[in-house]
């Protein structure tokens, strides 16, 4: 058997190497709306719309997989449930599996939901997968490019991005509570780096369903009116969990010193679904 290659191919190769090392720009051109999908009562169908927002047509392969989050809000493939883990796989049809969207268009998957005459109370929940699918036509395609580059060298490069949301079935009678404590301050200085100064804390869920909703954190000081310092939308602790570790970096307003006043970390649920304050709790500046 030969083992002679084509120069550029050979080239190829290096640079793959070279590129496990230097991560390139993600492209970010599929907009997804909404974000996450809730079935709860009798609801049996939903819509999720995707925006091709590139300049040229993209192609997505749609699937059903299941996560589980960790503790620092990071989330892992895995194909078992564990303990107090239900997952909505089973219960889901969707149409289509896979879409190409033009330029500047929208494509619809519609989500179809069954649940069994059976099904526990409860929350189970999958996610929807989106892959992006290699353009293997024209300049993108290996066998082109080596017709092009007869005797010359070239280089395929690549990026595939995929994206994924929730999608959550309720059941019966499901209800949960939240709370914040180990509030902790932590100074630019402290970390010896360029980032700003962030607040820490752990966000508690008991119960048997997800909690979803708005951050915020503000700075009263002994003598004045409440200053925000940062925002962080769509924070949630899922089923299982009962423990999410967070860190929310803070924008100090010129001149402001976070001294002799009180900050206060606020976690309400979205303001669509009525911005009911979920917990809070301060922590006291020296």
């Known amino acids: 058997m030969s083992t002679s290659r084509s120069p550029w191919l050979w080239v190829q190769w290096l640079i793959a190497g070279f590129l496990c090392l230097h991560s390139l720009p993600a492209k970010a051109d599929l907009m997804l709306f909404p974000t996450r999908?809730?079935?709860?009562g009798d609801q049996r169908s939903a819509q999720v719309e995707l925006v091709n927002q590139g300049k040229t047509p993209e192609t997505y392969r749609?699937?059903?997989?299941?996560?589980r989050m960790g503790e620092s809000g990071e989330f892992l493939v895995i194909t078992e449930p564990g303990p107090g883990e239900q997952f909505a796989e089973a219960m889901l049809r969707y149409s289509p599996r896979q879409v190409t969207i033009p330029a500047g268009s929208s494509q619809t998957v519609r989500i179809l939901l069954r649940k069994p005459a059976d099904l526990a109370p409860g929350e189970y929940r999958s996610h929807l997968q989106f892959d992006r699918v290699a353009d293997a036509s024209g300049s993108n395609s290996v066998e082109q490019l080596g017709q092009d580059k007869a005797g010359g060298v070239g280089v395929v490069l690549s990026a595939l991005v995929g994206a994924s949301i929730p999608v959550i079935v309720r059941h019966g009678d499901t209800e949960s509570k939240v709370s914040l404590d180990k509030l902790a301050w932590q100074p630019a200085a402290s970390r010896g780096d360029n980032s700003p100064p962030a607040i820490a804390f752990d966000i508690h869920r008991d119960g048997n369903r997800s909690v979803y909703g708005d951050l915020s954190v503000s700075f009263t000081p002994k003598v004045g009116i409440p200053i925000e310092l940062a925002k962080a939308s769509g924070v949630a602790v899922y089923t299982p969990n009962a423990l999410r570790h967070a860190r929310?970096?803070?924008?100090?307003?010129?001149?402001?010193?976070l001294a002799g006043g009180v900050v206060r970390v606020s976690y309400r649920e979205r303001a669509e679904s009525g911005g009911k304050?979920?917990?809070?709790?301060?922590l006291a500046m020296p």
């Open 277 to 282: 304050l979920l917990a809070e709790s301060t």
């Open 37 to 40: 999908v809730v079935f709860e």
């Open 62 to 67: 749609i699937s059903v997989v299941n996560r």
């Open 248 to 257: 929310i970096p803070l924008s100090l307003p010129d001149g402001t010193v």
